[in-house]
């Protein structure tokens, strides 16, 4: 197991990192690395790597607890169940076409907007706030449905994440009909 | 008053130009199809990844390989775990 916290900051992510004292690698992503190199627009967003290195589950919702399921509607079961199986070799791998077939691909604007989200990153390393928060507002113009740039950005923009700003932008996106999560259909 | 300066940064690197010189490598970016965030009231530009590059290595199912720092800021690559299974997992504090 890899995990990775796409935060602005190691210290955003230091206190779970610290209580839970994982034994597998704890990375922290400032930059949308990962998020870049895997087209993650949420999280948390889970994949599946096999021993040689290929994707065989594609980006998809999974919780480890069921402590925001009554929020979420997601349980943790369904994906724990398959992992074991797949991990104990008991569960055949999805078929590659099939993984091709659910996965999200990005577009122009999924890259224009973590260019936007790059410059204003670096912007805000730099003291330069003001500045930082127009190139989060446009990378969030470009890829409305890219939360890790729309809800990521909120603490380097004075905005609570978990406050009024992300219920408003949570509602809306809603309201336009529109899933907050999208785990894979199966 | 010295020239103006132009910060590019790409692919995490971060070079400081003259105006023209920068201006220059923008447009080369342009040409080669990348996406690229400019503030010219700062001077600064980003640039990033076609869209095209990152869509194909995914199709290809060949996991990309990452390097990133843990709390003490040694660095981990995804290649480090090959011949294992890899549940991988981004998650957030917010």
Not at chain 1, 19 to 31: G, V
Not at chain 1, 62 to 87: C, E, N, Y
Not at chain 2, 31 to 52: C, H, I, M, S, T
């Amino acid at each position: 197991m890899i995990t990775v916290a796409i935060d602005k900051s190691a210290d955003d992510a230091r206190p779970w990192i610290e209580a839970a004292r994982p034994a597998h690698p704890s990375l922290i992503d400032t930059t949308h690395t990962l998020a870049d190199r895997y087209n993650i627009v949420n999280v948390p967003t889970i994949l599946w790597i096999d021993e040689r290195g290929r994707i065989v589950r594609p980006n998809d919702v999974a919780f480890g607890t069921d402590t925001f399921k009554s929020i979420t509607g997601i349980a943790a079961a369904g994906h724990l169940a398959a992992l074991r199986a797949w991990v104990r070799g008991e569960a055949a791998a999805i078929p590659e076409a099939r993984v091709r077939a659910l996965q999200t691909l990005p577009t122009d604007d999924d890259q224009r907007a973590r260019a936007e989200f790059g410059l204003g990153e670096w912007l805000f390393r730099e003291g330069r706030t003001q500045a930082a928060a127009r190139h989060f507002a446009r990378a969030g113009e470009l890829a409305p449905h890219d939360f890790t740039i729309r809800r990521g950005t909120m603490p380097m923009r004075g905005m609570d994440p978990m406050g009024q700003e992300f219920r408003e932008m949570r509602g809306a996106w809603a309201k336009a009909g529109n899933p907050y999560y999208r785990p894979l259909a199966e | 008053m010295s020239e103006r300066t132009f910060t590019i940064i790409d692919d995490g690197r971060v070079a400081v130009l003259g105006a023209r010189e920068g201006a220059e490598a923008l447009k080369r970016a342009e040409a080669e199809g990348r996406p690229v965030a400019v503030d010219p009231e700062e001077g600064a530009a980003y640039l990033g990844a076609p869209a095209r590059a990152r869509a194909a290595a995914l199709a290809s199912l060949e996991a990309p390989d990452f390097t990133l720092p843990d709390l003490d800021g040694r660095l981990h690559s995804l290649s480090e775990h090959r011949g294992k299974k890899v549940l991988l997992v981004a998650y957030a504090s917010w």
